[in-house]
């Protein structure tokens, strides 16, 4: 197959978006070369799912005497392992650790970023040949340049994020990324390892026909989120409603389409998980600096997810996100439901 070179890769693209900015140091297109480099790995590990039944499950030991470690596990390491070695990074938080981790070495005290991710998005769908996804979050450090990152780096509010992405492992394999310049989407050409341009300056559709939320829940979903479910599913002038739903269970993936088609993506507080499901600084965060860049919204139903201030690593909160039209008619009803309590 002839090159197309009037096709940008990954670094091509990210190092012509750095000149535009004189003082760059190259260090965020680094840091996203490392992202990059990791997800490569990951994507590989994906492929080798359905295998797992051949090679062994975990905790068990495989045909070559090796312990075989759960695909979250593994993306958790590729993704330490890639970050710690590379100069942009100085230090992480991520779903699969307890704490966050400072690299506290010479070359990463001196790195300028630190970065939050949830390593495999949709586990669940592992096992069941459904796209998963990894989703990151990168922010400045707070902290003093020369020594050792904190906790204050990493508990920034959302609207300090310099960039933030996620790597859809579907029917192909996808890296979006955002700045505050835009959304551009790369697909992973496998013969070459390379990622290559081919979504740029992605723009959320103002409207959209898809809803995306859990119904198995809807009883345990607050008063205002029910209506406006209901609304989704009824004939209205305005809306031109019915809505399509779609819930894939891999937020990554419902958020993907919804971005691209036009539509609105739900985690709502329940009567169990009163404090929501989905975790705010490696879930909800990077996602909403996206879908906002992309001309969409996200809220936890009362704020911008963008301005909850952060007060612990695994932190939950209820998640809104999507079309700004769809956004707009589902705050209709929580207002209302405000106005009446008030
Ligand atoms: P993770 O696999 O990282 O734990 O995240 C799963 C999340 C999210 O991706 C998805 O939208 C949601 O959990 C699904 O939850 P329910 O099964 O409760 O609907
Ligand atoms: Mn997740
Ligand atoms: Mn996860």
Do not use: W
Not at 23 to 41: H, P, Q, S
Not at 111 to 129: H, M, R, T
Not at 153 to 159: A, E, H, K, S
Not at 296 to 321: E, S
């Amino acid at each position: 197959m002839a090159t197309n070179r009037n096709i940008l890769t990954l670094d091509e693209f990210t190092i012509q978006e750095m000149r535009a900015f004189p003082r760059a140091t190259g260090e965020l297109a680094g840091l996203l070369r490392d992202v990059a480099l990791a997800a490569k790995r990951i994507n590989l590990e994906v492929n080798k799912a359905g295998l797992v039944d051949i090679f062994g499950d975990e905790g068990t030991i495989n045909v070559q005497g090796e312990e075989v470690k759960k695909l979250d596990v593994i993306a958790n390491d590729q993704f330490m392992g890639v970050l710690r070695h590379g100069i942009s990074c100085a230090g992480i938080g991520s779903e699969e650790l307890d704490d966050i981790v400072i690299f506290d070495d010479p070359v990463s005290n001196n790195a300028k970023y630190v970065c939050l991710f949830d390593p495999l998005d949709g586990s669940s769908n592992i096992d069941v040949n459904v796209s998963i996804g990894t989703i990151f979050s990168v922010y400045k450090r707070v902290s003093e340049l020369g020594k050792p990152a904190t906790e204050a780096d990493f508990l920034q509010q959302g609207n300090k994020q310099v960039a933030a992405g996620y790597i859809i492992y579907g029917s192909s394999t996808m890296l979006v990324y955002a700045t505050k310049r835009g959304v551009n989407g790369f697909t992973l050409d496998q013969s070459i390892g390379e990622y290559l341009l081919s979504h740029a300056n992605i723009k959320c559709p103002e409207a959209g026909k898809m809803y995306s939320v859990n119904h198995g829940n809807f009883f345990t979903y607050e008063q205002p989120v029910k209506e406006y479910i209901t609304a989704c599913q009824k004939k209205t002038k305005d809306t031109g409603g019915p809505y399509t739903q779609r819930y894939i269970g891999s937020m990554v993936a419902d958020v993907h389409r919804n971005l691209i088609k036009g539509g609105i993506f739900m985690y709502p507080t329940t009567t169990e998980k009163p404090k929501g499901k989905l975790r705010l600084l490696y879930e909800c965060n990077p996602l909403a600096f996206i879908v906002e860049i992309a001309g969409g919204k996200a809220t936890n139903g009362v704020i911008r997810i963008l301005d909850v201030q952060p007060t612990a690593l695994h932190q939950r909160t209820a998640m809104y996100i999507g079309s700004l039209k769809m956004m707009e008619e589902l705050e209709g009803y929580m207002d209302a439901d405000q106005k009446i309590l008030s």
